[in-house]
């Protein structure tokens, strides 16, 4: 007899077929458990966090780059619990409670099983939720790489003290960067609505006299803002650390640098390391930084998130829970 073929497993997840169309482009789906590859884990999803750079993609942005393929299930900030690993996996097993940042192409957080790369998933212990490392992957690697490695600031307080500005202190990343730069020698000056203005200065924003010049400027906000109203206000070698690369922006890259200007634009593009990954997920769990949950949304309504997410208003991250 003939061997009957096993119907794979199905799960719950949210895509969308075609560029554009928000949230209402997003569809409620049942599709296969996805099984982990060489060097890969499984994991049943416990949270995932939203980036602009999830519906941007959704745009057509990045096209034809990302995503990788259509359909396509979004986000890769992801926490859960690994139910199955792939060949050549050594550091994890069954039942480990991990955060992970899934492939950039292939995305996959909203939905109940997801699979991610050994490479960039880390353990995390007890003392840290779900939702909390959720948020951390794209966000917090954003603003550690913008402080760190841009601004050259040092976390352990050693260092030349330095005056740097945050915009858009309330949003995903910029909540990060002010606790963060608190770490360092730095005083903070941060920008936000008016209604946040208080959970800024209780993540440690600081007071700002007048006519203070600016070491650097980690530019958070997604609204337009030109390079004729920081450079009055940068220090002689002042820089303006821009987390979303705009036209304006290149131009006024490519303008510094045949002018040999000392002020400089400073594009930043997110490099994944677990390294770093780890190192926020070890602050979580120190108290030293904290995820400012804006909202929770069930796998269910995750198109009320994509549009929570799209008006640009959230304060911390917006989370998806299966």
């Known amino acids: ?88 996996v050594k550091k994890f097993k069954a039942g480990d409670k991990v955060v992970a940042l899934l492939n950039l192409f292939n995305g996959g957080g909203l939905a109940e099983f997801s699979v991610a790369s050994e490479r960039l998933t880390v353990a995390r212990p007890p003392e840290v939720s779900a939702a909390e490392s959720a948020g951390l992957p794209i966000a917090g690697l954003t603003a550690l790489q913008a402080l760190t490695q841009a601004a050259n600031i040092k976390l352990d307080g050693s260092g030349q003290q330095k005056n740097i500005l945050i915009t858009a202190a309330s949003g995903g990343v910029g909540h990060y960067a002010v606790q963060l730069a608190k770490l360092g020698n730095t005083h903070v000056t941060a920008t936000c609505g008016a209604r946040n203005i208080e959970l800024v200065k209780s993540l440690g924003a600081d007071e700002s006299p007048s006519g203070r010049k600016f070491d650097a400027v980690i530019h958070c906000a997604s609204a337009g803002i030109p390079w004729s109203t920081f450079e009055p206000n940068l220090s002689a070698e002042g820089k303006v650390i821009d987390i979303s690369i705009t036209p304006s922006a290149l131009l006024t890259l490519v303008l510094n640098t045949i002018t040999f200007s000392k002020k400089q634009l400073v594009p930043l593009l997110m490099n994944a390391e677990a390294e770093s990954l780890e190192y926020l997920v070890k602050l979580v769990k120190e108290g030293k930084l904290k995820t400012v949950i804006d909202s929770k949304y069930a796998l269910s309504k995750a198109e009320d998130a994509w549009a929570k997410s799209i008006d640009g208003h959230a304060t911390g991250k917006i989370i998806v829970e299966p």
Not at 24 to 35: C, E, Q, Y
Not at 50 to 71: A, E, R, Y
Not at 81 to 87: A, C, L, R, T, W
Request: hydrophobic letters at 40%.
């Open 1 to 88: 007899m003939a061997a009957v073929p096993v119907a794979p497993k199905l799960m719950h997840a949210v895509q969308y077929n075609c560029y554009g169309g928000g949230a209402s482009g997003l569809k409620h789906v049942s599709t296969p458990i996805p099984a982990p590859k060489r060097d890969e884990v499984c994991l049943k999803l416990e949270a995932a966090s939203l980036n602009p750079s999830d519906w941007k993609v959704q745009k057509g942005i990045l096209w034809p780059v990302f995503p990788g393929k259509l359909p396509h299930i979004p986000v890769n900030d992801v926490a859960g619990e690994i139910i199955e690993v792939g060949q050549g």
